[in-house]
T-cell receptor, first 114, second 115 residues
Framework: DQQVKQNSPSLSVQEGRISILNCDYT??????FLWYKKYPAEGPTFLIS?????DKNEDGRFTVFLNKSAKHLSLHIVPSQPGDSAVYFC?????????????FGKGTLLTVNP | DVKVTQSSRYLVKRTGEKVFLECVQD?????MFWYRQDPGLGLRLIYF???????EKGDIPEGYSVSREKKERFSLILESASTNQTSMYLC??????????????FGEGSWLTVV
């Protein structure tokens, strides 16, 4: 059973516009959420995170929103740039667990067109 | 900066061969992980280790084993490689209790092709 779901395998947006990537989770024990970005033939790199005590976290062009009641989070990229084209993975964890382990979604391929 | 180094970027092995994928991290992290990434399937955890000589199965451990003899080094072993193990393998590490900035750090990946 998939505990972290990214239902859109791909997303295409125009440069300068907003990109919105969505993620849903089912495990109510998850209390920490992260987004990773991955270019082809490279390892994922950490982008931004949010704790369940917050509903929004912002870092430059990237903002993550968390709706706990809906078990939904989203990553907003404004403005989108061609260099943002990559696969974005949503991840979640129960930070109170005995060992730190992330559960990943299947990823969303973002393409930003010039 | 954290550095997670995977010894081989590209490997081609024959069916039935024993394959070793090596990973070293330089940040004294307690936790280390092996994932594989396949198109449409995302990142799937194979094994992880939270201390030297300690290991736990992830979601897809079948056909794999691991070794953690030193804190900085975590090896993934394919006892008898099969074609369905052709994939990108990603090593990662993290602090045991990362605190406020919970994150794990990935290596650049190892592309394994089994023919």
């Amino acid at each position: 059973d998939q505990q972290v779901k990214q239902n859109s395998p791909s997303l295409s947006v125009q440069e300068g516009r907003i990109s919105i990537l969505n993620c849903d989770y089912t495990n109510s024990m998850f209390d920490y959420f992260l987004w990773y970005k991955k270019y082809p033939a490279e390892g994922p790199t950490f982008l931004i995170s949010i704790s369940s005590i917050k509903d929004k976290n912002e870092d430059g062009r990237f903002t993550v929103f968390l709706n706990k009641s809906a078990k939904h989070l989203s990553l907003h990229i404004v403005p989108s740039q061609p260099g943002d084209s990559a696969v974005y993975f949503c991840a979640a964890t129960d930070s109170g667990g005995s060992n730190y382990k992330l559960t990943f979604g299947k990823g969303t391929l973002l393409t930003v067109n010039p | 900066d954290v550095k997670v180094t995977q010894s081989s970027r590209y490997l081609v092995k024959r069916t039935g061969e024993k394959v070793f994928l090596e990973c070293v991290q330089d940040m004294d992290h307690e936790n280390m992980f092996w994932y594989r990434q396949d198109p449409g399937l995302g990142l799937r955890l194979i094994y992880f280790s939270y201390d030297v000589k300690m290991k736990e199965k992830g979601d897809i451990p079948e056909g794999y084993s691991v070794s953690r003899e030193k804190k900085e080094r975590f090896s993934l072993i394919l006892e008898s490689a099969s074609t369905n193990q052709t994939s990108m393998y990603l090593c990662a590490s993290s602090l045991r209790h990362p605190g406020r900035r919970n994150t794990i750090y990935f290596g650049e990946g190892s592309w394994l092709t089994v023919v």
